[in-house]
T-cell receptor, first 114, second 118 residues
Framework: DQQVKQNSPSLSVQEGRISILNCDYTNSMFDYFLWYKKYPAEGPTFLISISSIKDKNEDGRFTVFLNKSAKHLSLHIVPSQPGDSAVYFCAASEGNTGGFKTIFGAGTRLFVKA | GAVVSQHPSWVICKSGTSVKIECRSLDFQATTMFWYRQFPKQSLMLMATSNEGSKATYEQGVEKDKFLINHASLTLSTLTVTSAHPEDSSFYIC??????????????FGPGTRLTVT
């Protein structure tokens, strides 16, 4: 049972435009959500996160939106740059009750075309 | 940001031998370390969670006798793949969690270890 789902395996965007990566989850106990960026043969790099008590968190070109009622979050990258091309993983954590175990989605490969 | 190292970055071993992978948090004390496995073009699969000084908690389907995890200190965790077989070939990634402050949920990942069993 996939608790964190990224239904789009890939996304292609033109440089300068907005990239929107989506993520859905099923476990209502998740209280913290994170996005990681990963290049091939490297470990993931933390990008941005959001607590379940918020609905938006912004950091430079990256904004994460959380819709708890829909159990949906999204990552917006604007403007997109060729260097943003990577695999993006959505992750969710349950905090103290869940031992801070983090569950990852399958990832979305983003291609930003110059 | 916090730095996590892994050693070795890649290893080739013969079937039946054991391989140890080290994970170190270089500039913070990791209360919890996680071990993941990633197959090509697939997501990160959590194998086990380890807290310093206690036994690791393994995810369902992960053989604890095959994947030995030791979290001897707040900066070091090791994963030993015992009696490795070709199907154990994979990319193994560790992560460490600080456990303190407002960023206690964040995990910092090592660069990964590519294991190839021949």
């Amino acid at each position: 049972d996939q608790q964190v789902k990224q239904n789009s395996p890939s996304l292609s965007v033109q440089e300068g435009r907005i990239s929107i990566l989506n993520c859905d989850y099923t476990n209502s106990m998740f209280d913290y959500f994170l996005w990681y960026k990963k290049y091939p043969a490297e470990g993931p790099t933390f990008l941005i996160s959001i607590s379940s008590i918020k609905d938006k968190n912004e950091d430079g070109r990256f904004t994460v939106f959380l819709n708890k009622s829909a159990k949906h979050l999204s990552l917006h990258i604007v403007p997109s740059q060729p260097g943003d091309s990577a695999v993006y993983f959505c992750a969710a954590s349950e905090g103290n009750t869940g031992g801070f175990k983090t569950i990852f989605g399958a990832g979305t490969r983003l291609f930003v075309k110059a | 940001g916090a730095v996590v190292s892994q050693h070795p970055s890649w290893v080739i071993c013969k079937s039946g031998t054991s391989v140890k992978i080290e994970c170190r948090s270089l500039d913070f004390q990791a209360t919890t370390m996680f071990w993941y496995r990633q197959f090509p073009k697939q997501s990160l699969m959590l194998m086990a969670t380890s807290n310093e000084g206690s036994k690791a908690t393994y995810e369902q389907g992960v053989e604890k006798d095959k994947f030995l995890i030791n979290h001897a200190s707040l900066t070091l965790s090791t994963l030993t793949v015992t009696s490795a077989h070709p199907e154990d070939s994979s990319f193994y990634i560790c992560s460490a969690r600080n456990g303190r402050g407002t960023h206690s949920y964040e995990q910092y990942f090592g660069p990964g270890t590519r294991l190839t069993v021949t």
